[in-house]
């Protein structure tokens, strides 16, 4: 069976920064990289008109 690519990603990136990805972390980082995922869909999604102009500073 194929491995899921977005554990294959975590995995990956672990090992190209020289880091130990231990088993139990492994679930949190794959969700994590999941719900970073999804948000960017969502900005990426959202319609903008040709006209938008994009702030030069954000405030929180």
Same mark, same amino acid.
């Given at each position: 069976? &194929?491995? $899921?690519?977005?554990?294959?990603? @975590?995995?990956? =990136?672990?090992?190209?920064?020289? !880091?130990? !990805?231990?088993?139990?972390?492994?679930?949190?980082?794959?969700?994590?990289? %999941?719900? @970073? =995922?999804?948000?960017? %869909?969502? @900005?990426?999604?959202?319609?903008?008109? $040709?006209?938008?102009?994009? =702030?030069? @500073?954000?405030? &929180?």
């Amino acid at each position: 069976m &194929a491995k $899921d690519p977005i554990e294959q990603a @975590v995995e990956t =990136a672990a090992e190209l920064h020289g !880091l130990t !990805l231990q088993a139990e972390w492994l679930e949190a980082a794959t969700t994590a990289l %999941r719900t @970073v =995922a999804a948000a960017a %869909r969502l @900005v990426e999604e959202f319609p903008l008109e $040709d006209e938008a102009e994009y =702030a030069p @500073v954000f405030h &929180a």
